[in-house]
């Protein structure tokens, strides 16, 4: 009797140990399986946050490249304008010419669709001026002209675009935290930029050092956003 007795307490011993096994690896399994959801969400995160910064970036580039020829075309109104230079890409804002269809200087010096011919410099000469424009005049001729206005609304725009994306990409998951001031000194040398093609103001030489500062910094985080999108996907 003592035997069975034993031996089904044996058995109650080993079948509440299994219970027990089986209780605790059920309860391991699904931690486990809670804490491989919580990743695969974390990396989820992390990737459309790279995907967003890529498409930040060649946004950026595309509207930062328009501000920079855009500023690049008042420096050169400026300059020309002050040095009374003669410039095929200036001079529709700089001077009064005779004899000569502004539309199709235009045309020439800033779409360049087709080379200069031996005419088209013979009369667009210094003896076809008739007035040079001070700089005030110049940029203000500039600021009038169509073609001018619509590029500085199309980068005004794409501006625009820009700052939705950069709000829109708020804090950095955990362990990309690194992009987020690169990502802001990006965006305000952009916005500095625009605003020199969009509003020049100050002194010709206050322009264009501020112009080259601004090229300079977005450029330089251009460059260290791409290599940090490049080590984030490895």
């Not at 009797?1 to 034993?6: D, P, Q, T, V």
């Not at 950026?60 to 328009?66: F, S, W």
């Not at 269809?101 to 001026?129: C, H, K, M």
């Not at 040398?189 to 010709?204: I, M």
Request: proline share 2%; glycine share 4%.
């Amino acid at each position: 009797m003592k035997k069975y007795l034993s031996l089904i307490l044996t058995v109650v011993l080993v079948t509440a140990m299994f219970l027990i096994l089986v209780a605790c690896d059920d309860g391991q399994t699904e931690e486990y399986q809670e804490n491989q959801i919580i990743h695969e969400d974390e990396v989820d995160e992390q990737q459309d946050f790279i995907n967003a910064l890529v498409e930040f970036r060649y946004l950026a580039i595309t509207v930062g490249t328009e501000a920079e020829s855009l500023s690049g075309h008042v420096r050169s109104v400026w300059s020309d304008a002050i040095r009374e230079e003669l410039n095929i890409s200036t001079m529709m804002f700089t001077t009064l010419l005779r004899d000569y269809e502004w539309d199709e200087v235009f045309q020439l010096g800033v779409g360049a669709v087709y080379p200069l011919t031996a005419e088209d410099v013979a009369r667009i000469s210094v003896n076809n001026i008739q007035e040079w424009n001070d700089f005030n005049t110049a940029l203000s001729i500039m600021s009038g002209n169509d073609f001018i206005i619509d590029r500085r609304a199309n980068i005004e725009s794409g501006r625009n675009d820009v700052s939705s994306l950069y709000w829109q990409l708020g804090s950095a998951p955990e362990g990309l935290e690194r992009a987020e001031p690169i990502v802001s000194a990006m965006f305000e040398s952009l916005d500095r930029l625009v605003s020199l093609a969009n509003n020049p103001t100050g002194s010709l030489t206050s322009f264009s050092d501020s112009r080259t500062e601004a090229v300079d910094e977005f450029m330089r985080n251009y460059r260290l956003l791409g290599d940090m999108i490049n080590a984030f996907n490895s």
